[in-house]
């Protein structure tokens, strides 16, 4: 079955540390999209790519990044410099245009 | 911008009682409606949707009008289970912006149905 899957379900992060959460999908998409949720609000963009070896800031890009080395592959990197990393991430992707986005099950991220 | 403004929550119900979540929204463009669920600990599932006014976008049992004179899109259902308790959000995408089809979304309602 196509889809998308995210790796780790759950996440900790020491201070100090970067880390890289696994976003995967094989529905052929060219666009894909991290968002951040946060506890009773709705999601917020952090990085979108619409094409392999491009991607675009979203409202909240500080302390992430991002890279779109394959068409299947969207890998996050939380760095040290994003001070409240707390919350649940989701990965999506979509056709582009109108289509809609389809979402992985999210990585849950805690600070140790 | 754009932006999406949904009922604030929790709303409470009994099973068979009607839902009403509303949602209406700003936008400069044309843009496309989504109304996407999401369980306890999961992703976000595409509920429904509509690409022009008028357009009505449905899927078990849920129904939401595209209103363009009131910039509204609210989510409706005739008589809600157990099994519909979750966050649902409403969200507009417009891919005539630069940005491509990036999604705006409200806040979410959450929404408990009691048996």
């Known amino acids: 079955d196509g889809g998308i899957t995210q790796s780790p379900k759950y996440l900790f992060r020491k201070e100090g540390q970067n880390v890289t959460l696994s976003c995967e999908q094989n529905?052929?998409?060219?666009?894909m999209y991290w968002y951040r949720q946060d506890p009773g609000q709705g999601l917020r963009l952090i990085y979108y790519?619409?094409?392999?070896?491009?991607?675009q800031k979203g409202d909240i890009a500080e302390g992430y990044s991002v890279s779109r080395e394959k068409k299947e592959s969207f890998p996050l990197t939380v760095t040290s410099a994003q001070k409240n990393p707390t919350a649940f991430y989701l990965c999506?992707?979509?056709?582009?245009?109108?289509?809609?986005?389809?979402f992985g099950d999210g990585t849950r991220l805690s600070i140790l | 911008g754009d932006s999406v403004t949904q009922m604030e929550g929790p709303v409470t119900l009994s099973e068979e009682a009607f839902l009403t979540i509303n949602c209406t929204y700003t936008?400069?463009?044309?843009?496309?409606l989504f109304w996407y669920v999401q369980y306890p600990g999961e992703g976000l599932q595409l509920l429904l949707k509509?690409?022009?006014?008028?357009d009505k976008g449905s899927n078990k049992g849920f129904e939401a009008t595209y209103r363009k004179e009131t910039t509204s899109f609210h989510l409706e259902k005739g008589s809600v289970q157990v099994s519909d308790s979750a966050v649902y959000f409403c969200a507009l995408s417009d891919a005539r912006r630069a940005s491509g089809s990036r999604l705006t979304f409200g806040e979410g309602t959450q929404l408990t149905v009691n048996p």
């Open positions: 529905l052929n998409h060219d666009a």
């Open positions: 999506a992707s979509s056709m582009g245009g109108f289509q809609p986005q389809h």
């Open positions: 790519s619409q094409i392999v070896n491009d991607f």
């Open positions: 509509a690409t022009k006014a008028d």
């Open positions: 936008a400069t463009g044309y843009p496309s």
